[in-house]
């Protein structure tokens, strides 16, 4: 009976493979990614793509981690209520209407859309850098404030190693709706593989739109596998063992 | 004051997008919830199944609604549907089926072993056990996974604008394709004070479908 029903998984998944294929066939998409003039095109809006998505994570990280870190110190601990209900309602207002915010003040451009990109994806990685580090148990801090540790060696080598895994939780939320938003800095002018989805749709170009869709969704998906790769290599041995 | 004045001399306009944009939101919301939760309470009982059918969600997830409106538009086109609020609102299903499945999942195996043998010695059946016991102890979890649902689709139903689904995205496509600033920020400005409100309107539809002694315990342990 399972056997049988594999069987047929396996079979339907072929088919919609083979579908998949006929598709982008007849749209012209394969025709389009090997076009003389076409696909140094392509190359030129991924690497915009990636540019727009790297200097605004890498601002977001230094951002979010310092913000994080920082609440969590006894000084400024009383703020952490107010910044943490700011940061989730700056996370429920829509990732196109903080674009369109963010033009409306700065005009259009690629500075605009790293704005935008960064204040977006700062407040994940706060979020649960902050959190992160406030789950650690006290015990923990007790026993490595016993064995003589100072207040930077506590941060670095017991909190933060602890709290990896909720950071890189964070840091995988705010990379992929990251991906995601960039596809709309087309938007505000900022270019992007938002280019080539854009044109699709207006021009109902199917094979521009699917050339620009699929490449930021396998772009995304690379994303999240980029970050289980990380745990692998951040996250303590021993905190992962004891997780299994 | 331009935004406000605009909204103002607009307000049917105004009442109109936003009619739109409540009935993706709202009707995704009830056709994802009607399958979510099921799926959530089914893969209870099947730990392989349930670990495929959250990575799929996740995986679902993880594609960017903008790239997923351009890849159902050539297939949707084939029955005539490329277009409108068909697109948005099948997104907006997939969409929701992560946070909704998920907490589903998450709340019910949560439920302490203590209070299913509790009502398994009280002679409940397998149906009761699920009406009287376990949903009503998961439900403040469900619900917040509706409340993360319905933010998020939203900000995804804003961006279905571009697709011909209407809504408030429709006053910040045109008003940046006009370099029209009032229309983009009436626009932006809407849409995220509508996310904002639908999240606090979640969050107190939580509080009230939470039963009473779990309220108590809540405070007790406090």
Known sequence: MNAALKKIYGMLVALLLVAVGIGLQKTGTVALFSDPYDYPELIRLLWQHLYLVGVSMAIATVIGLAVGIILT???????????????????????????????????????????????????????????????????????????????????????????????????????????????????????????????????????????????????????????????????????????? | MGTIDFIIQNYADVLFLTWEHIFMVGISLIIATAIGVPLGIVITKNEKLAKKVINGANVMMTVPSIALFGLMMPVLALIGQGLGKTPAIIALILYSQLPIIRNTYVAIKNVSPSARNAGRGMGMNRWQLLKEVEIPIAIPVIVAGLRTAAVMNIGIAAIAAYVGAGGLGVYIQNGIDRVYPEMILAGALLVSIFAILVDAGMALVERVLTPTGILIQKKVSE
């Open chain 1, 73 to 244: 110190r006894p000084k400024f601990r009383a703020y952490t209520g107010v910044v943490m209900y700011v940061v989730s309602l700056g996370q429920t207002i829509p990732s196109l209407a903080v674009l369109a915010l963010v033009m409306t003040f700065l005009g259009i451009g690629a500075k605009s859309a790293i704005f935008a990109l960064t204040i977006y994806s700062t407040l994940p990685i706060a979020r649960n850098t902050l959190a992160g580090i406030n789950a650690v148990p006290s015990s923990i801090i007790d026993a490595a404030k016993g064995m003589g540790m100072t207040t930077m060696g506590i941060l670095w080598q017991v909190e933060i190693p602890m709290a990896m895994n909720v950071i890189l939780t964070g840091f995988r939320v705010a990379l992929v709706i990251n991906v995601g938003t960039t596809a709309l800095a087309y938007l505000i002018g900022a270019g992007g593989m938002g280019d080539w989805i854009f044109t699709g749709i207006n021009m109902m170009m199917t094979d521009k739109l699917i050339a620009g869709a699929l490449p930021v969704t396998l772009l995304a998906l690379l994303a999240d596998f980029l970050i289980e790769v990380l745990r692998v290599l951040l996250v303590s041995k021993g905190l992962r063992m004891t997780e299994e």
